[in-house]
């Protein structure tokens, strides 16, 4: 089956630092890219979708100025979150899309002290 | 009211039993239908894609179905330790990519 890879896999980081998370498509293309978060012991949220070549499009209370997203090429997006703050300590994950089914990326933990 | 709702449990079972678990949703527009799995701290992982009312089988797991109630199921036969997760049912509608989650289903299967 289709592989979404993720990097890092979890990262702690300062107050006030930025932090970029990869996901890759490892043996497909992927026009469409989407970013979740994850809360413990809640459903995804999903917080954006991410177009090849295009700006991205952010869901209905998602800061599109502090979770920054690049889709430079058919295999990869990024997620910046700038200046992370205690709350946006959450699990990440990315998935794309090929047809009508999404794989998921194995997340990325994010813990900001 | 949600778009999707799922119980989120948690469900214990003991090994071998048959596992039902359910998704009802309000938008008729949802066509194509999925479950994932997933295991803790990790991401989930697609188990099953229907479109359409019926059933599907895969192994142990059976997708159904019902678009008259606005209604879908997974059932696990012979339920194993390693079943233990959180199954997530998700829908898409046939317009756009936008896939909506339940909260997920947390199971455990003893052994």
């Known amino acids: 089956g289709a592989v979404v890879s993720q990097h890092p896999s979890w990262v702690i980081c300062k107050s006030g630092t930025s932090v970029k998370i990869e996901c890759r498509s490892l043996?497909?293309?992927?026009?469409?890219m989407f970013w979740y978060r994850q809360f413990p012991k809640q459903s995804l949220m999903l917080m954006a979708t991410?177009?090849?070549?295009?700006?991205?499009?952010?869901e209905q209370g998602v800061e599109k100025d502090k979770f920054l997203i690049n889709h430079a090429s058919l295999t990869l997006s990024t997620l910046t979150v700038t200046s992370a703050h205690p709350e946006d300590s959450s699990f990440y994950i990315c998935?794309?899309?090929?047809?009508?089914?999404?794989?998921f990326g194995p997340g990325t933990r994010l813990t900001v002290t | 009211q949600k778009e999707v709702e799922q119980d989120p449990g948690p469900l214990s079972v003991p090994e071998g039993a048959i596992v039902s678990l359910n998704c009802t949703y309000s938008?008729?527009?949802?066509?194509?239908f999925m479950w994932y799995r997933q295991y803790s701290r990790k991401g989930p992982e697609l188990l099953m894609y229907?479109?359409?009312?019926g059933n599907k089988e895969d192994g142990r797991f059976t997708a159904q179905v019902d678009k008259s109630s606005k209604y879908i199921s997974l059932f696990i036969r012979d339920s194993q330790p390693s079943d233990s997760a959180t199954y997530l049912c998700?829908?898409?509608?046939?317009?756009?990519?936008?896939?909506?989650f339940g909260a997920g289903t947390r199971l455990f299967v003893k052994a």
């Open positions: 998700a829908m898409t509608n046939t317009g756009g990519f936008k896939t909506i």
């Open positions: 998935s794309a899309d090929t047809q009508r089914e999404q794989y």
């Open positions: 229907t479109y359409s009312s």
């Open positions: 991410s177009n090849e070549g295009s700006k991205a499009t952010y």
């Open positions: 938008n008729s527009a949802f066509q194509y």
């Open positions: 043996d497909f293309q992927a026009t469409t």
